[in-house]
């Protein structure tokens, strides 16, 4: 596991999934700034059991034995089920979802989720087809102009988490082709007001933060 601990006492924890042997820049920059909000972040290594050359995803058992072994080291630092949240981007934000109905976890979010009306693994069923059995409250954000997530079916993945227990949001952003939670860019001098990519970036990091804010108190 990659941990990053806030300065003080942790009100919770954030499991952080990832679909990448590498922690590139950006995700560790969001790491922190999770921390910096008093949250424990830890991010499992899904990869552990395959070789470098390896591109396999993680879904099936191996993912809930890393996420159970997980759980099971947050819950030993004190930390309870409901203030632990899951965050996942791409393909691994359908393996957050695939958690949230099968474990007690406090809040998810997922970031630009393929697989919505057909499979991206043989062990990960269609969004569609289990965001309905949510155990707990779910955020998706996507972008709209993204080929590989049609509006169509972001639209009828709203429709049916609508429809779950847990409290669910889901969010376009119109102008935006992937991943609207990559950081700004550094030193830009790009007004968010006046630019629709940095303004969907701007308001997916506090949707993400507002998330966990609001459902792990």
């Known amino acids: 596991m990659t941990v990053v601990r806030p300065d003080g006492t942790a009100r919770g924890a954030i499991v952080l999934l990832h679909e990448s042997r590498v922690f590139a ?12 909000e008093r949250w424990l972040v830890v991010a ?10 390896s591109d396999v995803e993680v879904f099936g058992d191996a ?3 890393d996420v159970d072994a997980t759980f099971e ?17 791409d393909d691994a934000g359908v393996a957050a979802l695939v958690v949230a109905t099968q474990r ?5 979010v997922s970031v630009a989720s393929r697989g919505i009306a057909k499979p991206v693994h043989p062990d990960a069923p269609a969004l569609v087809s289990i965001v309905g059995s949510l155990q707990a409250p779910w955020l998706g954000l996507y972008g709209e102009d993204d080929p590989t997530t049609p509006s169509a079916d972001v639209e009828r993945l709203r429709e049916v988490a609508a429809r779950a227990d847990a409290p669910t949001l889901v969010v376009g952003y119109p102008g935006l082709a992937h991943r609207p939670d990559e950081p700004p860019v550094e030193h ?15 308001d997916a990091r506090r949707r993400i933060f507002d998330w966990f804010d609001v459902h792990m108190r």
Not at 73 to 89: E, P
Not at 104 to 108: E, I, K, L, P
């Open 25 to 36: 820049p950006a995700l560790l920059q969001f790491m922190d700034a999770l921390a910096g």
């Open 44 to 53: 499992p290594h899904l990869f552990h059991r395959e070789p470098a050359s």
């Open 63 to 65: 993912l809930f034995a």
């Open 73 to 89: 080291w947050i819950a030993g630092r004190g930390v309870s089920a409901d203030t632990i949240g899951v965050v996942g981007f």
């Open 104 to 108: 007690r976890v406090g809040a998810v």
């Open 188 to 202: 830009a001098t790009v007004d968010p007001e006046s630019d629709p990519r940095e303004a969907a970036i701007v």
